[in-house]
């Protein structure tokens, strides 16, 4: 078996750099249009969602009442579980009970995990407890032994088609337990289904930078994307069948993933392009950006106030502004480079305010991932996961002893870069030159005059 794997990890590296080549930018594809006027006309959606990012998230309070957490108070409080760790639970849309009215927080609140309590993404729960902290990160200790409740929020076919999803997901990471040792197990539950780890491994990702590769995101939408294409035209199928086949296959992968906000993001953004394609017209990167954004705040306005979300689309806004730099370029390298150092320049001033890091050694080791070690890994897990779904254990057992080298070097990595200054603490004052650095890449960037004729990458 473990033979087997090895060659068939021989046949993933030349394959995953080839899709690596073909999806490299596939999220953002968009047809460049001719007439500068027409261009700033199609970026409408983009600039209405910023304007409304800033009215929602930056100016809190504006919509509804505003709390505020002291130390060691008791309070008691409802919102809707966002996420479950190995020690604790992630809230957003709190509300807190103050006398007898309830206010909103525009903060995630984390409460500790019970024992034994089956807590789920998308329940409610209610809690009584005491704050124990605030900076940076709001902690509440519930009072026991009845301190808190949960109740399922299974209601409306949405939330059913969710539990549908998480069941496939839990089961393929069961059987990645079931196949490899734990700690290479959970490296590819993250990579390729974004589960969150857990022990030690938890903290070297929160401290080597490499976090992102953690996170379902456009990469991978890009590449299945690619991938559909490619399956679907030995049946010589064409548009707008094609597309739709397509976006079905890619809606599946976004339930399986349970749905977060990077994965949503990248899900929307080629869904809309998807749409604009079958009828030709002509859509802006940043607009189908903006739609999806616009979007997913309509149906959670709390995004506004989420770092993950934030995180997500300044990544794609440093990509799209990266790439549009390396159209001045015939240089391989620097066409390769931008797009990557666009996002660093996008997402440093939020690692910096909020959790006072700033990359270090991982950036050298994101310029070796994403071109190499993540792209085979995904493409060899997406093979896995077709052959589990297809009840074919056996032959997902074979892939998944293929890529064992390269998750025992993703943790390896990990571990090193989670030891030894994969990130840089730095005081948070310094992110607003790094907000100015990025303002003046992304007017920059809209300055630079579209090819003629259509862009594709």
Known sequence: MRIAGLFALTLLLPLGLWFRKRAKSASLSAFSGKSATAVANKQFLFFLFISAFFIRG?????????????????ISAVGRIQSVTEKSVRLTEVSVLEGRVWKRVKDVVYIYREAGCAYEPGDWAGFSGRVTMVDPIIYVSVLYPSGAFHYPYQTGPIRRFLSFGR??????????????????AMVAAGIFLGKRFEGDLR????????????????????MLYQIGLILISFFRVTDPLRTVLIMVFLGFFWI??????????????????????????????????????????????????DIGFSLSF????????????????????????LPLTGAMVFT????????????????????????????????????????????????????LHGLTPLLRLNTAVLSYLGKSGGTLAVPPELSILFWGLAAVFFLTALSIKDPVGLTTT
Not at 167 to 184: F, V
Not at 260 to 271: C, Y
Not at 371 to 391: E, K, P, Y
């Open 314 to 337: 300044l990544a794609t806004i440093g990509i799209y502004c990266g790439y549009r730099f390396s159209l001045r370029t015939e240089k391989r390298i620097a066409r390769y480079l």
């Open 58 to 74: 930056v100016l809190p309070g504006f919509f509804s009442s505003h709390y505020s957490f002291v130390p060691e108070q008791t």
């Open 167 to 184: 069941g496939i997901a839990n089961a393929y990471a069961e059987h990645l337990e079931s196949i490899l040792p734990r700690e290479e």
């Open 256 to 305: 399986v993933t349970g749905c977060p906000v990077s994965s949503s993001r990248a899900f929307f953004l080629i869904l809309f392009y998807g749409f604009f394609r079958i009828f030709s017209y002509p859509a802006s990167a940043l607009n189908l950006l903006g739609a999806a954004a616009i979007l997913l705040l309509l149906f959670q306005p709390s995004y506004a106030q």
């Open 348 to 399: 440093t001033p939020i690692t910096i305010s909020q959790f006072g890091r700033i990359p270090f050694l991982s950036i050298l080791f994101n310029i070796l991932f994403v071109s190499v070690v993540a792209t085979v890994l995904l493409i060899g897990l997406l093979i896995s996961f077709l052959c589990f779904l297809l009840n074919l254990p056996w032959l997902s057992a074979i892939f």
């Open 203 to 222: 903290h070297w990702m929160n401290d080597s930078g490499l976090g992102h590769l953690f996170v379902v995101s456009g990469l991978h939408f890009a």
